[in-house]
């Protein structure tokens, strides 16, 4: 079970981070997925900010663990905004979204399972 947290954090944390960096640089895939969603292009840096402290969370939950539970259950529930976002626009375009939920969730799953 270890080797399974251990992994599914990192690879979590990374697939936020990525996404984070993206957004904060100001890359056109974000922002034409601000675009898409109707969304106004200032929320860019707070998306991105949330991606990243949560990237921060979970590698934080190595030494101190209620913080990776937290950020992991924060980055699903961003996640789960991002549906609501794709689907209020009719979007059917999910598949990014898919891996990313999937990571996340069986992150939270895994991390509380090796913690308690």
């Not at 990192?10 to 981070?17: C, D, E, R, T």
């Not at 200032?42 to 030494?63: E, K, N, T």
């Amino acid at each position: 079970m270890f080797a399974a947290y251990v992994t599914l954090t990192v690879v979590a944390a990374f697939l936020a981070g990525s996404a984070a960096v993206t957004y904060l640089i100001g890359h056109d895939y974000p922002k034409a997925q601000v675009r898409m969603k109707r969304l106004p292009m200032w929320w860019m840096p707070m998306l991105g900010s949330v991606l990243a402290a949560g990237a921060i969370g979970l590698l934080a939950g190595f030494a101190v663990p209620i913080l990776g539970v937290l950020a992991a259950a924060g980055l699903v529930l961003y996640f789960v905004g991002a549906l609501i976002a794709h689907l209020r626009v009719g979007s059917r375009d999910l598949v990014g979204w898919a891996v990313f939920v999937t990571t996340m969730t069986a992150t939270l799953v895994v991390t509380l399972i090796h913690r308690w």
